[in-house]
């Protein structure tokens, strides 16, 4: 008999997500009720709605279904098994040195905070729930002692460094992805005493599966003309009935291993552990003047110049360029940054073609529901100035 698909709306973060996803996700794990978190809003929880189709039978071995973000397009749901999630806590955990306590600082909607609730589960603890716009030091002094770990995007990094460092320290582990994280903000946190952990990972991945460069135990990668590949137990089935988008993005080789083409530059490093370096969306680029320019390598840039506490950078058409660079910043307090100064930041680190044509500033930069950068909104926030 066909099952169906239950959506719960993501609460705030808060006490609600114990009473209404925690049981629910737990639930789905034993595969007793498949579920999908729906995104907070109208229009992503009504995008999100339209893209799982709940009246439609579920697909045979889907328990959990995640939508993505949107950054690239239409949000789509991932079908993953409750065996692929179990496989990617279970190596995770491996991973970090054993189960610990979890503090959830991230959007149950996404695959990054599904994943704090599921390793909770996995090791028989209760996370602790940061509540939004609550204390990130008042939320580790509720946690039980013992190992502790919490997973941030790298905003949030950024801004607990500034305000809450000690907080940060508390935690064995901090993983941080879901967007590129400035390596400058890498080697501030671990010089204050951080023990950060890079992430990469997706939804189609059930969340991260390497770690500093280092694929999970029973993870596989491989860098080809068409980006990074991964493997292991941990992928998902596919996507939500989209049979020839899964067929296009999901391959099996001659031996009968699964992989998953995941858009993302790749490179491996050339050291002993040949560690992989993740070099951006092969199709995130913005070509202006016949040349190709990484909004992320600007992004890292602009935040590195005392003056910006955070940018991001995206692309307009300009009948001279084809594309402008355009970026929205965000002032460090008490700052006023000006084109005519970043422009020879940028270019002195990255090149002319990558400083910014354009700058507006802002209050704050527009977030997706997994907390990655939101081009699109800053793209019509810029068209509509």
Known sequence: MARQLSLVPAPPLGPAVLDDVWPALRAALDGAAPL????????????????LRADE??????????????????????????????????????????PGDWLLALPVSAVAGLQVLARSALAGRTPTVLAAGGSLTDAVATMPAGRRYTALVPTQLRRALAAEPDALRAFDAVLVGGAATDP???????????????TYGMSETAGGCVYDGVPLDGVAVRVTDHGIELSGPQLALGYRLDPAGTAGTFTRDADGARWFRTRDAGAREPDGERRLRVLGRLDDVVVSGGVNVSPQAVEAALRAHPAVADAVVTGLPDPEWGQRVVAAVVPAPGETPLLTALRPWVTERLGAASAPRELHLVAAVPLLHSGKPDRRAVARLIEGA
């Open 36 to 51: 999908a978190v729906l995104p907070a809003g109208d229009g992503p929880a009504a995008a999100a709605r339209a893209a």
């Open 57 to 98: 039978p579920l697909e045979d071995g889907a328990d959990l279904v995640v939508v993505t973000s949107g950054s690239t397009g239409t949000p789509r749901g991932v079908l993953l098994s409750a065996d692929a999630v179990r496989a990617s806590a279970t190596a995770t955990l491996d991973r970090l040195g054993g």
């Open 184 to 198: 400058d903000l890498l080697a501030a946190a671990r010089a204050a005493g951080v023990a950060v952990v890079t």
